[in-house]
C-alpha cells in the first residue's frame, strides 16, 4: 500500500509539475493544437521501458497485461470498448482518472464533481459487471507485442 502511495505521488507531482494536469492542455491534444501532452507521456513511457528492462533483466519479469474480454466481439473488446470510452470522456471534460485527482486537489474548474461521478460510475460498474460480461469460456492468453513480434524489450528499447 505505502508503494502505491508513493508512486501515486510521484505521478501526481508530475503531472503537476508538467502542466499535464491542466485541462486546456488535454483538450488542446486532442483538438491537435498542442502536443505537450505527448510529448510529456512519450518522455514517461521511455523511460518507464527503460526501468522495466533493467528490472526484467535482473529479476523475476513483470508479466503483460492479459486482453481484457467481455466476450462480446473477441479477446480485446473490453480493450478497445474501454479504451474508446476513456479517449471521449477525455476529450469532453480535460481530465482523466489520473489528472482528476490532481485537479480535484487543486481546485479546478468542477474536478471535485468530476471526481464524484467518476467514483459514482465506478461503483455501478461494479455492481452491473457481473450481468454485462460473459464469463470466459477459456483461459485468457497472456500475449505481449514483444510475444508476437518475437523481439525483446532490450532490442525493442536499443535497436541491438
Do not use: E
Request: with cysteine; hydrophobic share 45%; glycine share 12%.
Amino acid at each position: 500500500m505505502a508503494t502505491s502511495l508513493l508512486t501515486g505521488a510521484i505521478f501526481g507531482t508530475g503531472l503537476t509539475l508538467s502542466g499535464v494536469a491542466n485541462p486546456q492542455v488535454i483538450k488542446n491534444q486532442f483538438r491537435l493544437s498542442d502536443f505537450h501532452m505527448l510529448a510529456t507521456f512519450l518522455t514517461a513511457s521511455a523511460t518507464s521501458a527503460t526501468i522495466f528492462t533493467l528490472y526484467n533483466s535482473k529479476t523475476t519479469k513483470i508479466p503483460a497485461r492479459s486482453a481484457s474480454s467481455h466476450g462480446w466481439l473477441g479477446p480485446y473488446d473490453g480493450n478497445i470498448i474501454g479504451g474508446a470510452m476513456l479517449g471521449l470522456g477525455i476529450s469532453l471534460t480535460g481530465a482523466c482518472p489520473g489528472t482528476v485527482l490532481v485537479q480535484a486537489t487543486a481546485g479546478i474548474g468542477a474536478s471535485r464533481l468530476l471526481a464524484c461521478a467518476s467514483l459514482l460510475a465506478g461503483v455501478i460498474w461494479v455492481r452491473c459487471k457481473p450481468y454485462v460480461v460473459k464469463p470466459p469460456t477459456s483461459r485468457a492468453q497472456n500475449t505481449s507485442v514483444m510475444d508476437v513480434s518475437g523481439l525483446s524489450a532490450g532490442k525493442v528499447l536499443t535497436g541491438d
